[in-house]
């Protein structure tokens, strides 16, 4: 995928994480490669994805959005809270058909530890 200028930055960035990644963190990547980009510019570039359907969002406890490239099928997220690592859960929950949903758009989070921060 090509997108223009800075969005670009941003979405390499992102492609190269398999975490949730706030614009700050983001941010601060792209200064430590020497990459002049402004914060407010890091936003738009995420909202611009996010809009387009290209990234997946959650609103974290802290109030900040994160971001993460995930696979374009519809899935669900195990997330860490402590790294904010996720896996990308294809299964369906169960009960959710018994319900009369039909998940192709439904996507639930469980929040947890993961194995590496447990370890820690
Ligand atoms: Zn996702
Ligand atoms: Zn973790």
């Known amino acids: ?15 190269e994480q398999d975490r949730f ?3 700050i963190e983001i941010h601060r990547m792209l200064s430590s490669r020497g990459e002049n ?3 407010i510019t890091v936003y ?17 406890p802290d109030g900040h959005h994160r971001y993460r490239h995930c696979s374009p099928a519809a899935h669900h997220h195990l997330l860490c809270r402590e790294c ?3 896996v990308e859960i294809y299964d369906s929950p169960p009960g959710l058909q018994d319900l009369g949903f039909v998940d192709d758009s439904v996507r639930i989070t469980l ?3 993961c194995d590496e921060c447990t370890a820690s």
């Open 1 to 15: 995928m090509r997108f223009s200028g800075r969005t670009q930055q941003v979405w390499d960035i992102l492609v």
């Open 21 to 23: 990644t706030s614009a």
């Open 37 to 39: 980009v402004g914060l």
């Open 44 to 60: 738009r570039s995420l909202h611009a994805l996010a809009g387009a359907g290209h990234v997946d969002v959650l609103l974290g």
């Open 84 to 86: 904010h690592r996720a």
């Open 111 to 113: 929040v947890g530890i």
